[in-house]
Every structure is written in C-alpha cells, then in structure tokens.
C-alpha cells in the first residue's frame, strides 16, 4: 500500500545510546518532516526537508539529525538518548510542504514509540 | 507568541451532535486544519479552511471566523468509531504549522 512507512514501532533505549528512526514514503512526495508528540502537547516539528539534500531545523532540533540523500527516505537519528527523548515520534510527508496539502493534508507513518530509560 | 488552545477533553452520546472549538493567535494566518487521531494511530486530515464560513464534508463540517481567530469542527450523528482526538492546527505566516494539543472525544453508547 501506498503511504509512509516507519520502523520500528516501539524501541527501549537506555540512556546515552544512539539509534536511527527509519521513515519511507513512496508517493514521491517532496517535502518530509519528523514530528514528536507529548502527552498534553501539541505535535511539534523536529526536522523538516523540502527535497532530496535539503534539510532544516524545525522548533526542536537539539539532540536529533537527519539526512535525505532520496526523495523516499527520511531517517531521524537520535545522537544520545536522554529521557526528555521518551515520546512518540511520527513522519509526515506532502507533495510540496504545508502550503500545499491545504487539499489532502499530511500522510503520517504509523509512529513509533520511544522509551529511554 | 503562538497560540492554539483547545478543550482537552469532550464526552457525547452516539447519534447526537458535538463541536470541537479551537481558538488560535498566531504570527500572520494561512488557514487552519482538523486531523482525527485514533488512540494508537497516526493523525489523518480532515479539513482546511482559509475563508469565513462553514464548510461541509458528510457528517463534519468545518467553520473558522478570522476576526475572531475561532473555529470549530461539527460532528453530526456520531458513532462509536469517532471516539479519537481532534486536532486543530493553524498555518502562520510563514506557512509553518503549529499544532493544539488535540481534544479527546468519548462517545457514549
């Protein structure tokens, strides 16, 4: 099917550890984003790409990178786990950014939930 | 700053009609989106508004007021599967997003 696709679903990571949060779409969509969602919280942007080699910080940067050398993949790394990290992450895509999915919105992965400990 | 606020949570009865209201500050508005979220699940879009008025989509219906930085998400003859969380979420000036912390709808049999 379809849709953004990401791995794993849930992960236990102890503090201080590094980890790679897999995202894929196959809807050649452009712009690709990570999201966190806290509980009481709004989802808020970590990283975002408008294309292939693009990148930019979103309003929660600090303790995360990325990369998009393809348009499908869009991995989220994690360079020391802390527990302020515990949450559940999810990826967006859209064929052109925010302004452009006023017709059909974002698709979302699936999430995964993440725990350090 | 921005600004998106939200009822954390809303209880109604299966058949009935609830509104979701959402009221936003933000730096400059390009429209304002719904997503439903069931517990466990990935958000999905279920509207856009940038225009006054109300706009209608089978049982949901979408309203926003610009002037008063106000809208709300109808649902009319609910059923059990839309128990899930409701998210609001304007577009600034600068076509980012920034997000309400969703409300929890509880349908009741």
């Known amino acids: 099917n379809a849709g953004v696709t990401q791995t794993p679903k849930f992960q236990v990571l102890k503090t201080g550890q590094s980890m790679t949060l897999q995202c894929a779409q196959d809807m050649n969509h452009e712009y690709m984003s990570w999201y966190r969602q806290d509980p009481g919280m709004g989802l808020r942007l970590i990283h975002y790409?408008?294309?292939?080699?693009?990148?930019d910080q979103g309003e929660v940067p600090n303790g995360y990178n990325v990369s998009r050398s393809t348009t499908e993949d869009f991995p989220l790394r994690l360079l020391s786990a802390a527990p302020s990290q515990t949450s559940v992450y999810f990826c967006?895509?859209?064929?052109?950014?925010?302004?452009?999915?006023?017709?059909?919105?974002?698709?979302f992965g699936s999430g995964t939930r993440l725990t350090v400990v | 700053g921005q600004n998106i606020d939200q009822p954390t949570e809303m209880t109604a009865t299966e058949g009935a009609i609830v509104q979701i209201n959402c009221t936003y500050q933000?730096?400059?508005?390009?429209?304002l989106f719904w997503y439903q979220q069931h517990a466990g699940e990935a958000p999905t879009f279920l509207s856009y508004n940038v225009l006054d008025g109300l706009e209608e989509k089978g049982r949901f219906s979408s309203f926003l007021s610009r002037s008063k930085g106000y809208s709300y998400l109808l649902l009319k003859e609910l059923q059990m599967k839309d128990s899930a969380s409701y998210l609001c979420a304007c577009m600034d000036s600068n076509y980012q997003l920034i997000w309400g912390a969703g409300t929890k709808l509880i349908i009741k049999p």
């Open positions: 967006a895509s859209s064929y052109s950014g925010p302004e452009g999915s006023t017709n059909y919105g974002y698709t």
């Open positions: 790409s408008v294309g292939a080699g693009i990148t």
């Open positions: 933000t730096s400059g508005f390009n429209g």
